[in-house]
């Protein structure tokens, strides 16, 4: 099991900052059993929004708007584009047992309210802010070839 992966944060004028998970759990003020959203899943989270508001106060210049998309992508390049309203429940698994993700370590993605078990990302190393309107209402989950969720529950 790998267990050095950093995380890449950009907000919303691309500054980057890289996190361990230790690190990202320590900013996190809304942690809780994955369950309680997640009813199939098992393990300790944290919740997505909570987090941003957090880390985005502690910066040197705090942001007064929202974002509106969160785009993660995983060490397989896999990627989620997620418009904001949509994340209200999203959380991101990062210990089982009390130690790392055995699977989709460093952490993992999970939105609860985009149905469809499909609807998670393993493995994120990179986490994007987004400002752009243009990026449109819809979510997808995927490689190259994007697919929305809609289309996902039929593929599966
Ligand atoms: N990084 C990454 N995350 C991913 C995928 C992937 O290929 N890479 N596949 C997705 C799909 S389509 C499904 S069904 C689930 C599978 O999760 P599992 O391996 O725990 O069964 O992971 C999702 N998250
Ligand atoms: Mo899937």
């Known amino acids: 099991m ?20 230790d690190e ?25 929004k909570s987090w941003y508001r957090n880390w985005n106060n502690k910066g040197k210049h705090p942001e007064t708007e929202e974002p ?5 992508e995983a060490v397989d390049e896999f990627q989620a584009l997620i418009p904001w309203g ?5 959380l991101f698994l990062y210990a ?10 460093p952490i993992r993605l999970y939105v ?12 994120i190393v990179k986490v994007w802010f987004l400002n752009d309107p243009s ?5 997808t989950y995927g490689f190259k070839n ?4 809609g289309e996902l529950k039929f593929k599966k």
Do not use: W
Request: negative net charge.
């Open 2 to 21: 790998q267990t050095n992966s950093h995380i890449e944060v950009s907000d919303l004028h691309k500054h980057k900052e890289t996190f361990t998970v």
């Open 24 to 48: 990202m759990v320590t900013l996190s003020d809304l942690r809780l059993n994955i369950q309680d959203r997640v009813p199939a899943v098992e393990g300790e989270a944290f919740d997505l």
């Open 68 to 72: 509106t998309h969160v785009r993660v």
């Open 86 to 90: 949509q994340a209200d429940q999203a």
């Open 96 to 105: 089982q047992k009390g130690q790392p993700l055995k699977k989709g370590y």
């Open 112 to 123: 609860p309210d985009g149905s469809s078990e499909c609807l998670n990302v393993k493995s």
């Open 135 to 139: 990026l449109g209402e819809e979510a």
């Open 146 to 149: 994007k697919v929305t969720p």
